[in-house]
């Protein structure tokens, strides 16, 4: 079988690769572990993420995109590479067409870096879509339609907020407030409150479990115990948290995140604005999975919110689905070569 079209989220925390008629076959961490010695790549994707505040002095362990755009070129590039051979096999008679996923507040800069990273790791043509756009179409909503749509955009690096109608963005913006975020202010949190240093795969671990974006009541408060450091004594000791601490923690990414789909409201013509009332806002990201998001979105802005079906994978299919019918989307997509 021959693969001739690809989509990738290429994210900051996770890249999703999708291809049509076989939908996400491949969800690993955007993360490289390269040998400092020799620049040797050692790992990728997983295996690469384990390494993460484990690797000796001679092992760096990172992540090549930062908030959403690329931070270190050539490492994008050999990521790229090797999602993009996973996925096609090792038998590779045509080069693919790639279409990426990026922010919508991309610099022309970041976007052609974007598209000279997927030319260069092996693609025969590269397109770029928006992320909003992507993560609309993947999540079911009629772009095309003279009417207004809202989309909230949550993933590890950045918060894309905004309106759609008629194929195109009416009104967006982008906050680099995501899951990273989150995992440094829980881990800033519990330095502050508990005097424990833990790590980011704790940090997310606490997230997941018992994280919540309001604060539960007390019967339906949740609990987990984490290991970490003790910052005095710097021994090893274990400590008993609960979901109030997490939503304290991320009191402040919270707002940024609430600031900005206010902000997009307030900027949205008065016609779609009856429409987004009318249908309520999607969310959609892995960061949208946070406990009570939609909830406290749809109570400060009064609109209602919706967090979309499978809405880790919504930004790679609307890709997927974008590619397969690229006429139909011409005009949502912004570059090409």
């Known amino acids: 079988m021959f693969i001739k079209k690809i989509g990738i989220d290429l994210g900051t925390t996770y890249t999703l690769v999708y291809i049509p008629k076989r939908g996400i076959v491949i969800h690993e961490p955007s993360v490289v572990a390269i040998s400092v010695l020799d620049k040797k790549v050692m790992a990728v994707g997983d295996e690469a993420k384990d390494m993460i505040g484990r690797t000796p002095d001679s092992i760096v362990a990172a992540r090549p995109l930062k908030s959403g755009v690329i931070a270190d070129y050539k490492t994008t590039e050999i990521m790229l590479k090797y999602f993009i051979n996973k996925a096609v096999g090792g038998m590779r008679i045509f080069r693919p067409e790639v279409m990426i996923a990026v922010p919508a507040g991309i610099t022309s800069t970041e976007r052609r870096a974007v598209i000279d990273a997927t030319l260069n790791a092996g693609a025969k043509a590269a397109y770029i879509i928006k992320e909003p756009i992507a993560a609309a179409i993947g999540a079911d909503i009629p772009i095309g339609s003279a009417s207004g749509h809202m989309i909230v955009d949550m993933g590890g690096g950045t918060s894309e907020v905004a309106v759609i109608s008629l194929g195109g963005i009416v009104a967006n913006t982008s906050v680099r407030i995501g899951g990273n975020k989150y995992d440094l202010a829980i881990s800033e949190f519990i330095k502050k409150k508990y005097n424990l240093a833990i790590g980011e795969r704790t940090a997310e671990e606490a997230k997941i479990k018992i994280g919540s974006a309001q604060f539960l009541p ?22 008993e948290i609960s979901s109030d601490d997490i939503t304290e923690a991320l009191q402040n990414e919270l707002q940024g995140i609430i600031a900005a789909v206010k902000s997009v409201l307030y900027h949205t013509p008065p016609e779609l604005s009856a429409d987004i009332m009318d249908k309520g806002m999607v969310l959609s990201g892995g960061t949208s999975l946070l406990r009570n998001t939609d909830k406290l979105l749809a109570q400060v802005t009064g609109v209602p919110a919706y967090v979309a ?18 006429e139909s989307y011409k005009r949502s997509i912004l570059s090409a070569k």
């Open 218 to 239: 007390k019967e339906e408060r949740l609990y987990m115990e984490i290991k970490g450091r003790d910052v005095i004594s710097g021994l090893p000791r274990t400590i």
């Open 309 to 326: 079906d499978d809405a880790l994978l919504c930004v790679a299919r609307g890709t997927g689905i974008a590619l397969e019918n690229l």
